[in-house]
């Protein structure tokens, strides 16, 4: 059981990507809904269905991740009754490497009696930079 | 302006994958609220938004699309007030081509005067399958 309680979505996402930066499995999961029917499906990996399998999935993530700075970048919102859906670009920059392209991600948040939590995070890979884009040597 | 009415998201839903199989742009389009903020992410392309993008990239793809079959496992659905959030697997099958991972997809309906239309289909690979899986030789 967790005490957390956010008042808005944006609280909520906003927790969401504090706890991804500090790499913090408990804050992690105080955003997300406890309940069976919550779905996490990290780029290109399975749908991963309630709590416990979530929790596993962030630990592994977790332990396994470098330093990272994280930029968020809002693309839509859209709410009714207790739900509400973000549609937000995360850019990812790891120390001593270039920017990679940025993640997309669908988030879901329920009003919950524990105030809003996530429900649904779906991120995935946005294309590579086109060739235009690229560096040329002449 | 579509005259496509849907009571149901699961209604909306099934007529979004008709129209997909079809390749038929204009009943696509009628699953699609008429509303700037509607949202695509098609498996590895960015995020398209407003009617006239969404329109252009489903026209791209069904010009290029070979004959397909579809079946469309649901993983997850949530409904509160106006929005309903459905989760599913695309297992889409190529004439003539074995079965390959199938397609994530987070679709979501809002109710508009004109009955539940689609606002957002994000769609991503989903992991190929493990090396356990696939056939030997021995």
Redesign the interface.
């Known amino acids: 059981m967790s005490n957390a309680r956010y008042d808005t979505p944006q609280e909520a996402e906003s927790a969401f990507y504090a706890a991804f930066i500090k790499r913090d499995v408990n804050a992690m999961m105080s955003v997300w809904a406890e309940h069976e029917?919550i779905?996490c499906?990290h780029?290109?990996?399975?749908?991963l269905?309630g709590p416990d399998a979530i929790r596993e999935s962030w630990e592994a993530l977790f332990r396994n991740a470098p330093d990272m700075q994280f930029m968020i970048t809002e693309?839509?919102r859209?709410?009714?009754?207790?739900?509400a859906?973000h549609?937000v670009?995360e850019h990812i920059r790891i120390k001593n490497r270039s920017p990679s392209s940025p993640v997309?991600a669908?988030n879901?948040y329920?009003l919950t009696e524990n105030g809003w939590r996530m429900?649904?995070h779906?991120a995935?890979?946005?294309?590579p930079p086109s060739k235009n884009d690229a560096p040329t040597l002449h």
């Open positions: 029917n779905s499906i780029p290109l990996g399975p749908i269905r693309r839509s859209t709410q009714d009754g207790e739900l859906i549609i670009e997309q669908t879901v329920r429900v649904v779906h995935s890979p946005s294309p």
